[in-house]
């Protein structure tokens, strides 16, 4: 079993011979790995934007799916996202000025109104006729979600479940703990928070030996949602679980799970339960929430945030809590990082093998590559 994909056909899917030098070359010049499903992400999705208290009236320049697109908030504080560069002479527009409900290029004078249409330019005889892509957005608050595919694709789909990680609900405290640009595919950082087996390798020195980790997962997909998740019953608590409840008794039932809520928004959550068997009385659950958006083919925008349903009020635990997942973001940042520049070495790469613990992981992959089909399949002309 822990050669689990060597004779299976859908290892296809995810670049069989990288051995091979030239063949894994041209492959990886038309698709980002470990997807082969001929783009490197769906577009037709919901994507993070940004923390909410990131985006304000001042413009912003970001990468999203290798676009450049400017964001801003206008006078009644509603976010606007639009392509970033002036069609004029490619002047960058978030060094522009919003003005009078319109963002105005700094090169040239050319304003574009909030639906992104050239309405003035003071430069020519008259209006040109051009105008800046316009993106949907949403603010659900403390996140900022952008589509950057079929508009109308995109007015009909739902945001993420933000309470399935229990972000803003009520009885919860939510913390938006760091951002940080993760200078690897997006794919690589899937893989990891599907693959808890690492937990007592990378992080052994935050976590100990990460036992539950090591438990064969259970795999379901409910509710569109990928859930892989481990329980262990009957355990004695670790050094972690009495921290957080500090009245815990001797024997527990613990579990962890990795929930993709949608491509953008993964929670790695963990509950304790107070005795040694599943319907033992619930102490609380935890959430490490996990936003992430391409940037570009090889780099990864990263926002990380915390929710919890007990202790609410207790600051130290917070920031205990905020400490620890900033370590724990650090030590994976390096790891893939690290990976991704064995990638961008042009070293031969060896035959990829995976084993029964990457069963979340490669679930993960297909559930990916099938988002981009489906992108293809709605698209195409009927």
């Known amino acids: 079993m822990d050669d689990l994909y060597r004779n299976n056909a859908e290892l296809s899917l995810f670049m069989p011979g990288l051995h091979r030098h030239s063949e894994a070359r041209k492959r990886q010049e038309r698709f980002v790995y470990p997807l082969n499903a001929g783009a490197p992400w769906p577009v037709n999705q919901w994507y993070v934007a940004g923390f909410s208290s990131e985006i304000s009236e001042t413009p912003m320049a970001r990468f999203y799916l290798g676009r450049r697109v400017v964001v801003f908030r206008d006078d009644q504080g509603e976010v606007h996202a639009l392509a970033g560069l002036c069609p004029h002479r490619m002047m960058p527009m978030e060094l522009g000025t919003l003005k009078d409900g319109k963002i105005v290029c700094g090169y040239h004078g050319l304003a574009f109104d909030l639906q992104g249409k050239c309405v003035a330019a003071p430069t020519a005889v008259s209006v040109p006729n051009c105008a800046l892509d316009a993106f949907l957005v949403r603010e659900a608050a403390p996140l900022v979600w952008i589509w950057m595919g079929d508009a109308a694709l995109g007015e009909r789909t739902p945001l993420p479940p933000q309470q399935a990680c229990l972000i803003g609900s009520e009885g919860c405290l939510t913390q938006c703990v760091d951002y940080t640009l993760l200078k690897s595919r997006y794919m690589l950082l899937i893989d990891n928070l599907f693959d808890l087996s690492h937990l007592g390798f990378i992080h052994a020195s935050i976590v100990g030996e990460g036992g539950i980790a090591l438990i064969k997962p259970d795999v379901e997909e409910r509710e569109g949602r990928l859930i892989v998740s481990r329980t262990e019953c009957d355990t004695p608590p670790d050094d972690f679980q009495r921290f957080l409840f500090p009245d815990i008794a001797e024997r527990v039932t613990v579990g962890i799970g990795t929930d993709l809520i949608g491509i953008s928004l993964i929670n790695a959550g963990s509950f304790t339960r107070s005795g040694p068997s599943a319907d033992s009385a619930l102490l609380g659950q935890v959430n490490f929430i996990h936003c992430l958006t391409p940037e570009t083919e090889t780099t990864t925008h990263y926002w990380i945030m915390l929710t919890r349903d007990f202790r609410l009020d207790d600051e130290i635990l917070s920031s205990a809590l905020a400490a620890q997942n900033k370590a724990v973001v650090a030590q994976d940042k390096a790891a893939l990082e690290a990976i991704e520049e064995a990638f961008a070495s042009g070293t ?33 002309p009927p």
């Open 348 to 380: 031969p790469l060896p035959r990829e093998i995976s084993m029964s613990s990457d069963l979340g992981a490669m679930r993960a992959r297909l559930r990916i590559t099938q988002m981009i089909r489906n992108d293809a399949s709605a698209l195409a």
